[in-house]
């Protein structure tokens, strides 16, 4: 059974910086792709990140610059850097995974996802 478990949330000033993770526990497909989304109180739920199977990159524009996406495969670990934070960065984040699709560069819908994680909580106060 796929897991998804994300760590590293927290509450940091506006232009701090923090490390998300994700452990990816359960898959037996090695083409899959995986992004960060966030959600925001009375917000839809967006893409902020995304990494294909190869490790080709997509990001939203407003994080462009400033938030990283990276996996270590011998780790089965996804991670998000997130730098000079804002905000309106402030949300829950929450890590996901497909291995239905094929996508070299991930996908930042989350219509193409089917493995999600429960979330952490990242609060950055201005």
């Known amino acids: 059974q796929v897991q998804l478990v994300e760590s590293g949330g927290g509450s940091v000033q506006a232009g701090g910086s923090l490390r998300l993770s994700c452990a990816v526990s359960g898959f037996t497909y090695v083409h899959y792709y995986m992004g960060w989304f966030r959600q925001a109180p009375g917000k839809e739920r967006e893409g902020v990140a995304s990494?294909?199977?190869?490790?080709?990159?997509t990001y939203a524009d407003s994080v462009k610059g400033r938030f990283t996406i990276s996996k270590d495969n011998a780790k089965n670990t996804l991670y998000l850097e997130m730098n000079s934070l804002k905000a309106e960065d402030t949300g829950m984040y929450y890590c996901a995974a497909d291995d239905l699709r094929v996508k070299l560069r991930g996908s930042l819908d989350r219509s193409e996802y089917n493995h999600w994680g429960q979330g952490t909580q990242v609060t950055v106060s201005s």
């Open positions: 990494i294909g199977s190869g490790g080709r990159t």
